[in-house]
């Protein structure tokens, strides 16, 4: 399945940031990310949440209940970066 251009980014970001083998472009938009293909922990996914905050102007921390599902799998972490991004 190919990614969107916004994917393509965030793939990018998410391998370089965490220092993980592999390409960005293979990435599968929907396998998840904690705990699949990735090997994502909970110590990445809060990395992660630092990187794009200070990329993108997006804030994921706190307590947020649909938490789990931005960061189910690449596309719904991408779109909810498109969709909250500032400005």
């Known amino acids: 399945m190919a990614l969107t251009p916004e994917e393509a980014d965030l793939s990018r970001l998410i391998i370089k940031s965490l220092n993980l083998p592999g390409d960005p ?8 990310l904690y705990g699949g293909p ?21 804030m994921l921390s706190g307590e947020g209940a649909n938490k789990t599902e931005i960061f189910s799998c690449l596309r719904n972490l991408s779109n909810y970066v498109q969709n909250h991004q500032p400005g």
């Not at 472009?25 to 998840?32: I, K, R, S």
């Not at 090997?39 to 630092?50: A, F, K, N, T, Y």
Request: no cysteine; net charge negative; aromatic share 4%.
């Open 38 to 58: 990735l090997g994502l922990d909970s110590i990445d996914l809060l990395e992660l949440s630092m990187v794009i905050t200070k990329k993108y102007g997006v």
């Open 25 to 32: 472009l293979q990435v599968d938009p929907e396998a998840p």
